[in-house]
């Protein structure tokens, strides 16, 4: 026979390992196939697909107590047992096993505490009737021994188990837990279970019971009569008993009686505990009630208190110090004051502020009181800042028309004076900081005092403009040079000594060297002095107008207030259209005027010398690049209108110069070079030397202006006397570029006219040229034209029999033009030098003639080979070179 599963010591262990950690120990291991049963329509007993499973008893000690639990192990994918199910054996109704299984290995298990009774509870089928009868022996003595009681059993003969149960005592393995670690022992089974005789009978029956057999003897083939026996004996002993129920129907009812009785009291019991309960709930709901108005008193007692001090704060918000009250309604403007009136606007600021929305809760914000106290508080700020605006714009006026009064703050006759506002900054910085308060109190307020303060200052600023510019102009010793450059009727050299104006561009540096700081410092101030949020006029470390020397060492940090911004808003470093709009407007008002003692030490300037306007042009370029700061706009605008204002006094002079060489062309016939080629030579270098700066441009525009009207002069004049107009011009082209040779090297737009009148030079002398060599041999070349004209239409060989060109033609004029050749080119030498003016282009007019006769009479020699052939006697291109440099 097999050995059963329930000895298997590997099974036990690994079921111990399935549940470490439990603190339980298994008491029977052992496997088994699970099914759930239905009923066929042939009665037998069906199965589903039998699983293998391991059913494992496990008891825990808890204290004095023992629990008990059946587990249900299943394989996992890998062959290693774990926990599926647990049940508590204490829950056990019924142990049943299934009838219409003919084994009797087929048994289930019915639990009293499973959700769904209508389930089929699953069955479990052992190897054969000894594993299951140990099965279900060690569950009956586990339920008898640690809970007390035993489930129902069905279908199990009673006398059947007993008989195995005293048969079969195989030893079986358990595991103890000592101090030392585990230990396995083996004990009998019968050392651990009670016999079912012994559950299910007393000691005395059973004893009884062996007395009875004993009086048999009977062999295996008896067992039916013995049964018959037996089953008599027990009829009689059931009619026994039911006698015996019938004698004790008196005590019977005294029990009843008994239970009647006890029934009235406890339903006395009910309606007394019915009327206390009535009663309870009434007091119930009354403690309810009184704790309930106990909560609500307590809440209005903590709101009150929280109430009350809202309240108090509140008031104090509204307060308004005596001490602040009186400066902002009548307090003085005094310096010595001026830490009160601060603290009074701080004050005011910060009352307004708190009583508005986001600094006040909304649900204050409408009540009658705070209502009333911002109206107190706006009227204090009207008041305020109305006597504010009031003195400051007095203050700018008085301190304005005190510095006006007193002479020596202006230029006076032999002293040029340097502007100094410190004391006035200085004195302006004492109400900056009342300003800012202004500002953040009621901006609309500024309006009037920026206006007052440009009114004033401005006042201050041209006056002190006017002063400067009349004592700068006579001061500076210059004198007068001509404007007349380019005229006709005035002798050559009348400005080659020009007298040196440099005192002049030199007064207009010192000019805008002077104000054009001054006017940014005043700016950059009033910018930061009337809180407009533009950025600096002049980054720390920045450079004025080109130069590390700033208008005044000592005032460099004038436009630094020394006090912080108030408002979040001023802290902003973007640029703000609006503010900047403002402020342009505020300087134009601030600065207006001044402009015109710049224009007038421009005009002056430009009567002592025109030329000069270039060297100040540079000047004010200068400066004008180095003004990048929003708030120098109007900085800007007038350094514009000076430029504009020199380009045009620069453009006047350019404009008169080229009327000058327009009144050229009305004097009639003129011969030789004009004088205004060699005057624009020097007046060109005289230009050159003033350039300064971006004034290249100015120049270069004028050159333009200049040579245009020089040539299209030029042409006009030589359209005069067409006879000699190729002379004319290349006389007065070669004039140009012999004046202008050095200044054409460095000068790029004027290496562009000196190319242009190279090419009308050349063809001037090509035309001339040719004109003297067809007035000496016109029959010559002239019969080389009608060959060549034939030869578009007819062939080379036809030409010789064509009228006036056969070869006795061809002698003859051979023979007038050729026979004195030598004094021919004697007479183009003498015609070419007779009307030129310029000697010194003779001889390389005469090389250009020389040269281009010889090309012309090797075209004509060619021209003759080609249609009379080589026969006759022609002098050749040699011979005529040769003759040619003989002469």
């Not at 002993?237 to 009291?265: F, K, R, W, Y």
């Amino acid at each position: 026979m097999a050995k059963s599963s329930a000895d298997d010591d590997e099974l036990r262990r690994a079921c111990e390992a399935a549940i470490e950690g439990t603190k339980q120990k298994i008491v029977m291991s052992i496997r088994v196939a699970k099914s759930r049963g239905i009923w066929g329509k042939s009665g037998k007993l069906g199965r589903q697909m039998a699983k293998p499973r391991v059913l494992a008893l496990s008891t825990k000690s808890k204290g004095q107590r023992i629990k008990a639990f059946l587990r249900v192990m299943k394989y996992s994918t890998g062959g290693v047992l774990e926990p599926a199910k647990l049940y508590k054996l204490k829950h056990l109704s019924k142990v049943e096993v299934i009838a219409n299984d003919p084994s009797g290995c087929t048994f289930t298990l019915g639990f009293d505490n499973l959700r769904s009774q209508s389930v089929t509870p699953p069955q479990w089928t052992m190897r054969n009737i000894d594993d299951r009868n140990r099965l279900l022996l060690c569950i009956l003595n586990i339920c008898k021994d640690v809970l007390g009681r035993l489930p129902k059993v069905v279908g199990i003969d009673v006398v059947e188990m007993a008989l195995w149960a005293k048969e079969n005592t195989p030893s079986v393995s358990t595991q103890r837990n000592l101090t030392d670690g585990p230990v396995v022992a083996t004990v009998t089974e019968s050392d651990l279970k009670v016999t079912v005789e012994k559950e299910l009978v007393s000691q005395a029956e059973e004893e009884d019971m062996e007395a009875l057999l004993g009086t048999y003897v009977m062999g295996i083939g008896e067992a039916e009569a013995f049964s018959e026996r037996l089953k008599r004996e027990l009829l009689a002993l059931e009619a026994a008993n039911v006698h015996a129920i019938l004698e004790s129907e008196p005590l019977i009812d005294g029990v009843l009686h008994g239970l009647e009785s006890a029934t009235n009291c406890v339903d006395d019991m009910d309606e007394w505990l019915g009327i206390f309960n009535v009663k309870l709930r009434h007091m119930r709901e009354d403690i309810e009630s009184i704790e309930t108005r106990n909560n609500n008193l307590e809440m209005q007692s903590v709101n009150n208190k929280a109430l009350i001090e809202e309240l108090d704060k509140l008031l104090e918000r509204l307060r308004v110090p005596s001490e602040h009250a009186a400066c902002l309604t009548g307090g003085s403007f005094d310096e010595a004051r001026m830490l009160q009136n601060i603290e009074a606007c701080e004050w005011l600021t910060g009352a307004l502020r708190g009583l508005e929305v986001p600094n006040l809760d909304s649900t204050y914000a409408n009540m009658r009181a705070v209502r009333e106290k911002r109206a107190e508080l706006e009227k204090l700020k009207s008041t305020f800042v109305r006597r504010a605006s009031e003195f400051l714009s007095k203050y700018f006026a008085n301190l304005v028309d005190f510095m006006i009064s007193d002479k020596s703050y202006f230029s006076q006759r032999g002293q040029l004076k340097r502007p100094d506002h410190a004391d006035l900054r200085y004195k302006c910085r004492t109400y900056a900081r009342l300003l800012q308060h202004l500002k953040s109190l009621d901006k609309n307020c500024l309006g009037s005092l920026r206006k007052a303060y440009c009114g004033s200052l401005n006042l201050l600023l041209r006056r002190e403009a006017r002063e400067f510019a009349n004592e700068l102009r006579a001061s500076t010793k210059a004198s007068r040079n001509p404007t007349v450059w380019l005229e006709a009727s005035t002798g050559s050299g009348q400005n080659v000594n020009a007298a040196d104006t440099s005192t002049v561009s030199e007064a207009y540096a010192k000019m805008l060297t002077i104000f054009i700081p001054l006017l940014v410092d005043e700016s950059s101030f009033f910018a930061h002095f009337m809180c407009f949020e533009v950025p600096a006029l002049v980054p720390p470390g920045g450079l004025v107008n080109g130069n590390k020397t700033g208008y005044n060492d000592d005032d460099a940090n004038d436009d630094d207030l020394g006090i912080m911004d108030i408002d979040d808003n001023d802290s902003k470093t973007g640029k703000n259209s609006v503010e900047l709009a403002a402020l342009n407007e505020s300087l134009q008002d601030l600065l207006d005027g001044i402009q015109e003692d710049f224009y007038a030490v421009v005009d002056w300037a430009y009567k002592i010398d025109p030329l000069r306007c270039i060297s100040m042009h540079g000047i004010t370029e200068r400066y004008l690049s180095g003004q990048k700061a929003d708030a120098a706009g109007f900085v800007r605008l007038l350094l514009g209108d000076l430029e504009s204002r020199i380009s045009m006094q620069f453009s006047r002079f350019v404009d008169e110069a080229c009327h000058q060489i327009e009144r050229n062309e009305r004097n009639g016939r003129q011969m030789g070079v004009l004088s205004y080629i060699p005057r624009f030579a020097t007046l060109a270098t005289r230009m050159e030397q003033y350039i300064q700066g971006q004034s290249r441009d100015l120049v270069d525009q004028a050159y333009t202006k200049f040579v245009s009207i020089m040539f299209v002069t030029l042409e006009k004049i030589a359209q005069t006397d067409p006879k000699y107009a190729d002379i004319f011009l290349l006389e007065n082209y070669a004039a140009f570029q012999n004046s202008l040779y050095d200044l054409a090297n460095v000068v790029p737009t004027l290496a562009k006219f000196y190319h242009q009148a190279s090419e009308a030079y050349e063809q001037a002398c090509t035309r001339h040229i040719s004109v003297i060599i067809y007035t000496q041999f016109e029959r010559l070349f002239q019969f080389a034209r009608r060959i060549e004209d034939l030869m578009y239409t007819i062939t080379p060989e036809e030409i010789p029999f064509q009228l006036g060109l056969s070869k006795m033609d061809l002698r003859k004029m051979l023979k007038s033009t050729l026979s004195g050749v030598d004094k021919s080119i004697s007479a183009m030498y003498k015609k070419l030098q007779k009307n030129l003016t310029s000697e010194e282009l003779l001889p390389s007019l005469w090389d250009k003639c020389k040269k281009e006769f010889l090309d012309k009479y090797e075209s004509f020699v060619q021209l003759v080979a080609k249609i009379y052939h080589p026969s006759e006697n022609i002098p050749t291109v040699a011979e005529m070179r040769e003759l040619l440099a003989n002469l």
